[in-house]
Structures are given as C-alpha cells and as structure tokens.
C-alpha cells in the first residue's frame, strides 16, 4: 500500500501563490508517476499536472500551464506543486496522486493512489 499526505492548502488572494507537498510512504512505494487532481464545488475530479517518477518527464492542464509547476524531491518520495498567479476558478479541493507505473498519466482511473486532499481558497 501506497499513503499519500497532502499539505500546504489554504485562503490566498488572487493573484497570490501556494505551494502544496505531497508525502508518499509505504512498503510498496517506488517507480510511482505521481499527480495532483483538484475538484470544486459542483464540479468533476479535473487533472491538474503529473510527474514522472524520474521527474523528467511533466504534464499540464491548460487551465494551468504557465502558471502552476510541479516537482519531485530528489528522493522521490516527496512532490510539490508550486501555484502562482491564482485565480478564483482555482478555488478546490487538491487530491495527490500515485500510479502503479513510471509514466504520467492524465486520467483519473489510471491513478491507484489518493490522498485526502487539502483546500485551496482564492478569494476575488
């Protein structure tokens, strides 16, 4: 079993930024691509960025590209996903993410892994 612990949420400007950590631990944890899912009120569970497990390879949503980086720690077991520029629309619940494979992945259903999530507030 893999757990993942989010932290780093909270109530920030627009225009402000937060950074979010993910730590992953478990006896199984290793050669894992790992994302970050957000979900707002009314709304569907959206990707947001994913990461592969050699941190080379990165994807974005559009929504967020140019404005929100991801990253790993050099032990892989921790992630980061790095918000500037935020915007109201932003405003959700953050889930971390882990798959059973080295490749990112932008579907949800590809993701065996979850966090509890972590709220991200913009206010206007």
């Known amino acids: 079993q893999v757990q993942l612990v989010e932290s780093g949420g909270g109530l920030v400007q627009a225009g402000g930024s937060l950074r979010l950590s993910c730590a992953a631990s478990?006896?199984?944890?290793?050669?894992?691509?790992m994302g970050w899912f957000r979900q707002g009120p009314g709304k569907e569970r959206e990707f947001v960025a994913a990461?592969?497990?050699?941190?080379?390879?990165?994807g974005y949503a559009d929504s967020v590209k140019g404005r929100f980086t991801i990253s790993r720690a050099s032990a892989k077991n921790t992630v980061y996903l790095q918000m500037n520029s935020l915007k109201p629309d932003d405003t959700a619940v953050y889930y971390c993410s882990a798959r059973t494979g080295p490749l990112i992945h932008i579907r949800r259903d590809e993701y065996n892994y979850w966090g509890q999530g972590t709220q991200v507030t913009v206010s206007s």
């Open positions: 990461i592969s497990w050699s941190g080379v390879s990165t």
């Open positions: 478990g006896r199984t944890f290793g050669g894992n691509a």
